[in-house]
């Protein structure tokens, strides 16, 4: 059991040396941190804390930086996160509220989160097999095209324009988008595919080669609801930070490159009770990871569709900041998918 003093030593060391990436010494802490004990008490605390491999010296003489293990006992040890600002809050509800689909939405919460947390910062589509089909659209955009608009239960909006190669026929594209609608809306995306078997005979033979090809396209907006996904921003955030990476950032930019590494990395995570998880250094279940700590909060609508929203840095980041900005998020993104 490590003594409590010695436990907010180590929280002193790991915010001075988060806020200053400057190793840690005994006197800086008495004199920061208003100890009402000598250096020397601290520097025997130091050394239960080396022992216990929290902390280690980076160099001959130095002061002391956190381990893996440190942050992971600060991690844990943290009474409470840092709260957000009411800007930071409007901000959140602002940037997010004028979003119109799914798309958009996480787009927009990536490129919002990697500002707040100055990290790296990835979203997960939800997993959409089980999502059901809410509408099919079929809009005449000209004489010779028609916009297909696919939208499901969990707000993902798709389209694409089709060209007829003739002239729309008006009552046709709306009693074909009657059928549609009519035999798909509340079906799983998992079972439209078989639905759409044979479709094209319900209609009359001259107009089953259009029919047939909107049935196509609908499979293939389908099959893109269920491959995986992610959207990343910020990147340059973690390019300003690589020095902390201990020289393994190329190899970290290179697998968030590879998007299957990364989701690899977030499939593998493991949440915790919390609604934000913290896997830091070498807890992380690839060893490209070993030099980052990865935060990600769950969001979704319903069990079936949850997936993960965070952010990616080195292991010297502001734990309790990005915690609070990263669960703000994900509880956010779950309000409005639950709309």
Do not use: C, W
Not at 117 to 140: C, D, F, H, K
Not at 246 to 270: H, P, R, S, W, Y
Request: no cysteine.
């Amino acid at each position: 059991m490590i003594p409590e003093r010695s436990v907010e030593v180590l929280r002193a060391i790991v915010e001075d040396y988060i806020a200053t990436r400057e190793p840690v010494g005994s006197k800086a802490l008495v004199e920061r941190h208003g100890f009402d004990v000598s250096a020397a008490t601290i520097r025997n605390d130091m050394a239960l804390l080396e022992d216990e491999l929290l902390i280690v010296a980076p160099h001959t003489s130095s002061g002391r930086v956190p381990t893996d293990k440190g942050y992971r006992l600060f991690v844990d040890r943290l009474s409470a996160v840092k709260p957000l600002s009411s800007a930071e809050r409007q901000a959140i509800e602002g940037f997010l509220s004028g979003s119109a689909d799914l798309d958009e939405v996480l787009g927009n919460s990536v490129r919002l989160l990697a500002q707040l947390t100055n990290q790296m910062a990835v979203v997960q589509y939800p997993t959409l097999g089980r999502a059901a089909v809410r509408s099919i659209e079929l809009v005449p955009v000209t004489d010779t095209r028609v916009l297909l608009i696919l939208v499901t239960d969990a707000n993902r909006i798709q389209q694409h324009v089709l060209e007829l190669g003739m002239v729309a026929d008006l009552s046709y594209v709306a009693e074909l988008r009657a059928k549609l609608n009519s035999l798909l809306v509340g079906i799983p995306l998992a079972q439209v595919s078989a639905k759409l078997s044979g479709f094209e005979n319900l209609m009359a033979p001259g107009q089953r080669d259009f029919a047939l090809e909107v049935v196509d396209e609908i499979d293939a907006l389908v099959d893109a609801n269920r491959s995986q996904k992610l959207l990343v921003s910020g990147t340059a955030n973690l390019a300003r930070r690589e020095n902390d990476l201990g020289g393994n950032f190329t190899d970290v930019l290179e697998a968030i490159e590879e998007q299957v590494v990364l989701l690899k990395l977030i499939n593998e995570f493991k949440s915790g009770e919390s609604e934000v998880s913290v896997a830091i250094g070498s807890e992380n279940q690839l060893d490209t990871f070993s030099t980052t700590t990865v935060v990600l909060g769950d969001y979704g609508n319903a069990a079936e569709n949850m997936a993960k929203v965070g952010v990616i840095g080195p292991t010297r980041m502001d734990y309790s900041a990005n915690i609070a900005t990263v669960g703000a998020v994900a509880r956010y993104l779950s309000k409005l998918l639950g709309n």
